[in-house]
């Protein structure tokens, strides 16, 4: 650098970010990152306040960690990548935090368009060429809530306060931002702006005449439900709900819960099952939820009236969605809470008559997901989920990731303190161990639990997730529910052919990860402790001796194996 009040535009970068709240950088780099290299040493020896740079060595755990971490604050963090195969190594962790909207703001490289050698950064290997993508964003737009290339260095400040202002903005989420290696390593003068000028866009509630409206129709009903997903991301919105609920007598559903919405033991939480109660119903309040019911399962009687109040009521980045609304309104669900409350305080007539259903439709919820006996020696997925809950305390996250017991887990565990239970928002798996990292370091006072399928643990990379969890000191435990297989692929084949040639030979294709020692994958990556359970009567024991481990700052992971899904042998 010529003069001493100039910088490049890639150390403006992380230094704006670090003003803008920016804790922890997740990065995997490349040739395309010299000039943030060089950002980090030089901000390094002058001691300068940056965020701390996480190295991964995959990109799943790079955005997936950012994840964990900015579900928990709601604070966006820095995702750099390397150029189009980087940006491509993302995998599933784009789509999840598209889907369950928690913000994060992704950084990719592009290969230099210089190659004559005068500016600093030009081309000078032969990647360069073979990694310049013409539309390099187009690998995960439809995606993100925003795209930009840095095309000027001295935009750098506006860009990443627009992004930022972007994946903050509800509904939150992902965006993307690329710039050429020679604009990394251009210089640039101190940035003009302010954070104070680029805020996050409010959202606002409903108006009175609608509150006023929704409270009359729960109190003309005699069976109300609510079905929700993510109200709690905001926590104070979980507490409301409770209130309002208490008040009017209204029964809540959660159904593929990406946050803890409602209490579980609350006398008016009716259970996890999707399409539970919905032909009962006499209303119906959808309140942030995206997959409310299946239809070709079940639907609302006619004469029940509907209303959606979302963060994202129209689903704007999925295809073909829609379940009908008498009223929908696109609003902040606290705020909304708050404003059904109000309207609520001498409007409870008819109270005891919804009660008496909410006490009858939670006994046959509870009824549905109570353990059976085991007439086995298998240890069963219900009987590994009640021995974790003898494992929570009040400083307990669970990090849940087993899409065939996405069901039983939560009705058996029944959390109830907000912010102690989280699943993606999304589908693609792998997820879990490596948000667990993210969730460790939004809140290092917790015991992170992590609940995985044996097919979620290996889609997350092991190799990668436990590496950094031991470099960067963040222990937690990993319980995995080992089946033998993907359940999945097997549940789907027998509800499309519940008779079919492949349910008659129990032939799957799913046994892929039978006899293989998943703990050891941790231990050989990292300073982990690995267990394997096969009885039950090993089970309580060794998960108490694992979570010592924790505690003791080591993470350990206990592979427990549970009712195998297919006696197929592949190969």
């Excluded at 970068?13 to 995997?28: D, H, P, R």
């Excluded at 069976?223 to 109200?231: F, K």
């Excluded at 803890?260 to 539970?276: A, C, K, M, V």
């Excluded at 460790?440 to 006072?445: E, G, I, M, S, W």
Aim: aromatic share 8%.
């Amino acid at each position: 650098m010529k003069e001493d009040n100039l910088t490049t535009a890639a150390q403006q970068l992380v230094e704006m970010a670090f003003q803008l709240g920016v804790k922890y950088i997740f990065a995997n780099l490349g040739s395309d990152h010299p000039a943030f290299i060089e950002a980090f040493a030089n901000l390094s020896q002058q001691r300068k306040p940056m965020p701390r740079v996480i190295i991964c060595p995959h990109e799943m755990t790079a955005l997936s960690a950012a994840h964990g971490y900015s579900m928990i604050t709601r604070e966006p963090q820095l995702v750099l990548v390397h150029v189009d195969v980087g940006t491509q190594n993302l995998g599933g962790s784009v789509h999840n935090a598209a889907r369950g909207r928690v913000p994060a703001i992704i950084v990719a490289g592009l290969s230099p368009v210089t190659d004559g050698g005068s500016r600093v950064g030009s081309r000078n290997e032969f990647i360069h060429y073979i990694q310049d993508a013409p539309r390099q964003q187009e690998i995960v737009t439809q995606y993100m809530k925003w795209c930009c290339e840095l095309r000027a260095p001295e935009a750098v400040d506006r860009v990443l306060l627009r992004a930022n202002q972007f994946a903050r903005t509800p509904p939150e989420g992902p965006v993307y931002v690329t710039g050429a290696r020679e604009v990394w390593d251009s210089a640039v003068s101190p940035s003009p702006e302010y954070e104070r000028d680029w805020p996050a866009a409010q959202i606002a509630g409903i108006s009175e005449q609608a509150a006023q409206e929704i409270v009359r129709s729960v109190c003309e009903a005699r069976r109300p439900l609510v079905i929700t997903s993510y109200l709690g991301r905001q926590r104070r919105a979980v507490d409301l709900m409770v209130e309002l609920s208490g008040a009017l007598g209204i029964g809540v559903c959660e159904v593929s819960p990406q946050y803890l919405n409602f209490p579980g033991d609350d006398p008016h939480h009716l259970g996890y099952r999707r399409d539970s109660f919905v032909d009962e119903a006499d209303l119906i309040l959808m309140i942030d939820v995206d997959v409310p019911w299946i239809p070709a399962k079940v639907r609302p009687a006619p004469s029940t009236r509907v209303y959606h109040i979302d963060i994202d009521p129209l689903k704007q980045n999925l295809g073909y969605w829609h379940f009908p609304a008498c009223g929908t309104y696109q609003a902040d669900s606290l705020r909304v809470l708050g404003q059904l409350f109000t309207a609520a305080r001498t409007s409870y007539e008819g109270r005891e008559a919804r009660r008496a259903w909410i006490d009858d439709a939670r006994a046959r919820s509870r009824r549905a997901f109570s353990a059976a006996p085991n007439p086995t020696d298998n240890i069963t997925a219900e009987e590994l989920t009640i021995t974790v809950r003898e494992l929570v305390t009040d400083r307990t996250t669970i990090i849940a990731e087993a899409p065939s017991a996405t069901e039983s887990i939560p009705s058996l565990l029944r959390m109830n303190r907000p912010g102690s239970y989280f699943t993606s928002g999304g589908s693609a798996l792998g997820w879990g161990i490596n948000a667990a990292i993210g969730a460790k370091l939004a809140d290092p006072a917790a015991e992170v639990i992590c609940l995985a399928g044996d097919g979620c643990y290996q889609f997350g990379v092991p190799s990668s997730a436990y590496w950094v969890a031991s470099t960067y000191k963040t222990p937690y435990l990993t319980i995995i529910y080992n089946n033998g297989g993907w359940n999945s692929p097997k549940l789907s084949t027998k509800w499309v052919h519940p008779e079919g040639k492949a349910a008659q030979a129990d032939a799957f294709w799913v046994t892929m990860s039978a006899g293989a020692r998943l703990a050891e994958i941790a231990a050989a990556s990292g300073d982990v402790a690995a267990f394997k359970v096969t009885a039950p009567n090993e089970l309580r024991k060794t998960l108490q001796y694992a979570l010592a481990s924790v505690r003791a700052g080591r993470s350990a992971v206990v592979d427990v194996a549970i009712k195998p899904i297919s006696g197929q042998v592949l190969g």
